[in-house]
T-cell receptor
Framework: DAGVIQSPRHEVTEMGQEVTLRCKPI?????LFWYRQTMMRGLELLIY????????DSGMPEDRFSAKMPNASFSTLKIQPSEPRDSAVYFC????????????FGPGTRLTVL | GEDVEQSLFLSVREGDSSVINCTYT??????LYWYKQEPGAGLQLLTY?????DMKQDQRLTVLLNKKDKHLSLRIADTQTGDSAIYFC????????????FGKGTRLSVIA
């Protein structure tokens, strides 16, 4: 299994631009999580899905952030418009869901907003 | 609310044992995890423990849980230079389909 796949691995953009981060969970996993890692705040949950349905998006910082999971094998996290304070590493993780105890993380997308 | 605390740094000599400590506040935590992050990489799950256990051993790794004091530790025996990384403690109130709450991470430096 290829594990959780994220793209791009690195993204450099200018303030005001739209950014789309992509995630492919492990096949057969029913839960998907988006986390953000910064030096100041550490790892924080942004949003998570069970069976493609958003369960908790209270960690999404502002309306500029949106996430979708159109099917079981793909999710996007979009920032529009991006700001320098959005610079961070964004991780996607997946798990089996009910009865699964482990969350597996992707390699992350390092976002830099200039 | 949920909170997970870890010391930020630990330095040990190669061959010694490392002990990384973590405290958490949420008494309803069901699963407690240890993840390892190497520079520029994602998080690798090392081990986890269910809250009705007090110890789990996996090769060089030993996890101890004191549920009364809400204290979790990770012991790495015979620490090697390849163990140098950031170690994150995390909790969840249910199994893998609920979010993890992470500590800030402990940076382990192994001196040859």
């Amino acid at each position: 299994d290829a594990g959780v796949i994220q793209s791009p691995r690195h993204e450099v953009t200018e303030m005001g631009q739209e950014v789309t981060l992509r995630c492919k969970p492990i096949s057969g996993h029913n839960s998907l999580f988006w986390y953000r890692q910064t030096m100041m705040r550490g790892l924080e949950l942004l949003i998570y899905f069970n069976n493609n349905v958003p369960i908790d998006d209270s960690g999404m910082p502002e309306d500029r952030f949106s996430a979708k999971m159109p099917n079981a094998s793909f999710s996007t996290l979009k920032i529009q418009p991006s700001e320098p304070r959005d610079s961070a590493v964004y991780f996607c993780a997946s798990s089996l869901g009910e009865g699964g105890n482990e969350q597996f993380f992707g390699p992350g997308t390092r976002l830099t907003v200039l | 609310g949920e909170d997970v605390e870890q010391s930020l740094f630990l330095s040990v000599r190669e061959g010694d044992s490392s002990v990384i400590n973590c405290t958490y506040t949420d008494s309803s935590s069901t699963y407690l995890y240890w993840y390892k992050q190497e520079p520029g990489a994602g998080l690798q799950l090392l081990t986890y423990i269910f809250s009705n256990m007090d110890m789990k051993q996996d090769q060089r790794l030993t996890v101890l849980l004191n549920k009364k004091d809400k204290h979790l530790s990770l012991r790495i025996a015979d620490t090697q230079t390849g163990d140098s990384a950031i170690y994150f403690c995390a909790e969840s109130i249910d199994s893998g389909n609920t979010p993890l709450v992470f500590g800030k991470g402990t940076r382990l430096s192994v001196i040859a």
